[in-house]
């Protein structure tokens, strides 16, 4: 008889392998823990992993919940929001709202039906987006507010374990006609089936992903219809309620198996279970149009090369896609404080391509005297405002905006070097940049344990980088 151990982080299983000296076949391991599924039932396509953090495997003890005196809060209404479905942000950006909410069991329609005009959605809860599913039910007083006394153990679990619709109505405005329109989701927890008008425009899954959805030609003069299926984690685990007598509980446990999403809202030693796992449109939903020449997310690096911080490099980035079928010349142009700067840039059918804009082709980007960006107790937190603008034959394409500061920022750190030795060092990320190399290991092979923990490692060659300062005398001791 031969013995395996089966690690799940702290807790240890054993799997007894009988075998015959022949060699015959090895009998199957028992479940590791039985009857975990009747208590917490999962989807079938998302199939459980015990050799990970499991959490709460049982449901708590009701004996050690904890109490209190004082009765729970009731719940309170707050207003209804008031405001228009559609709201113009900046130039081509408008943010969706006018949601409603719904419990998917109490739904019986599909998509389909939801999704279109003349669906009566009178009934259900006015949502707040951004915002949880948790969040609306509490603005609507379903149920008091969590963050008070023990208010959270009037909430059911069952909010983690349904779907929810979502669903609005909007007019286009008639600024759109002709142009490239999107749908951006900023931010859904955990999956989404999106719906538009009676058709299906696809899904997403993860909490912080973008979901973006063209819907050119989609949209329909009038009233419009957008629903969204929303989906919790499909493994919420079991809810755990810190006190005297249970103790903090797990940190985490088989939520973590769908990641990416807000894991500690299983349960961590700082905050009991969540009901709803912070499920919902937690990030808003724009709609976006822009022309042939669209602009994505710019990037702003700013670096001090002088001792004295007398200049300021800025290098911007910004990548532009062509969304015609026909080639295409796009000027890009980037605008902050009295600095203007434009870039040409060839693209081909529906290909992108990254304009940089740096001090080296632009000495304009080398900012002299610059208003800096200052951490709390240091100087002002300075910020520029920065416009991006793409134009073809003078026409401008698409806009954005956003702010930025001027800093460069090092870090010290302790890593092991290549003889395991655990050393203080200073770090300089900018400069790793510009010379395209990595400094630090953060795998699972560069991992090391000291004496107090763990500590990741430099990569090969890294100690010798220019990028890394060694930190000497007791300042250096790890």
């Known amino acids: 008889m031969t013995e395996r151990s089966i690690r799940v982080f702290g807790a240890t299983a054993f799997a007894s392998l009988l075998a015959s000296t022949a060699g015959a076949q090895i009998a199957p391991p028992a479940p590791l823990l039985p009857g975990y599924a009747e208590r917490d039932p999962v989807r079938s396509e998302w199939p459980v992993q015990v050799r990970q953090s499991l959490g709460q495997v049982a449901p708590q003890d009701p004996a050690t919940l904890p109490r209190s005196r004082a009765p729970l809060s009731k719940p309170v209404a707050k207003p209804v929001p008031l405001g ?48 949880t599913v948790l969040t609306t039910l509490v603005d609507r007083g379903v149920y008091p507010d969590p963050a008070f006394g023990l208010n959270n153990m009037a909430i059911p679990e069952r909010l983690a374990r349904q779907d929810y619709w979502y669903r609005t109505e909007i007019e286009v405005p008639a600024e759109t006609v002709g142009k490239h329109l999107e749908l951006n989701f900023k931010g859904v927890n955990y999956a989404a089936e999106i719906w538009l008008n009676g058709a299906r425009l696809g899904t997403m899954k993860g909490a912080f992903i973008r979901g973006r959805f063209d819907v050119t030609g989609k949209l329909a003069p009038g009233r419009n219809v957008i629903a969204v299926k929303v989906s919790p984690p499909p493994h919420p685990g079991l809810a755990h309620e810190e006190s005297m007598t249970a103790g903090v509980g797990e940190n985490g446990g088989m939520q973590m198996l769908d990641g990416p999403t807000f894991v500690a809202t299983e349960g961590w030693d700082w905050i009991p279970s969540i009901r709803d796992r912070n499920t919902g449109l937690w990030q808003g939903v724009d709609l976006i149009a822009t022309g042939p020449a669209a602009l994505g997310d710019a990037q702003v690096v700013t670096t001090l090369p002088n001792a004295d911080n007398s200049v300021a490099n800025v290098e911007i980035t910004v990548p532009v896609r062509n969304l015609t079928d ?18 040409s840039v060839s693209l081909a059918p529906h290909a992108s391509a990254v304009v940089t804009m740096a001090p080296a082709e632009f000495p304009v980007l080398a900012v002299r005297n610059p208003k800096l960006w200052w951490p709390n107790g240091y100087g002002a937190p300075a910020l520029h405002d920065l416009t991006l603008t793409s134009t073809i034959g003078g026409a401008v394409s698409d806009t954005k905006t956003l702010r930025f500061g001027m800093r460069q920022v090092t870090y010290e750190i302790s890593l092991m070097d290549k003889t395991d030795t655990l050393r203080r060092v200073g770090i300089d990320l900018s400069k790793a940049r510009a010379l395209h190399t990595q400094i630090v290991d953060g795998t ?17 060659g890294a100690e010798t980088s220019p990028a890394v300062t060694a930190i000497a005398g007791d300042a250096g001791l790890a």
């Open 444 to 460: 699972h092979q560069g991992i090391r344990q000291t004496e107090n923990g763990w500590a990741a490692s430099l990569v090969p």
């Open 326 to 343: 026909q080639p295409t010349t796009a000027i890009v142009t980037a605008r902050f404080d009295d600095v203007t700067v434009s870039k």
């Open 84 to 131: 228009p479905a559609l709201a113009q942000r900046s130039p081509g950006s408008w943010t969706v709202g006018g949601w409603r909410l719904a419990e998917a069991p109490s739904v019986r329609a599909n998509g389909a039906a939801v999704s279109r005009v003349g669906y009566d959605a009178k009934s259900w809860y006015v949502a707040t987006v951004p915002g």
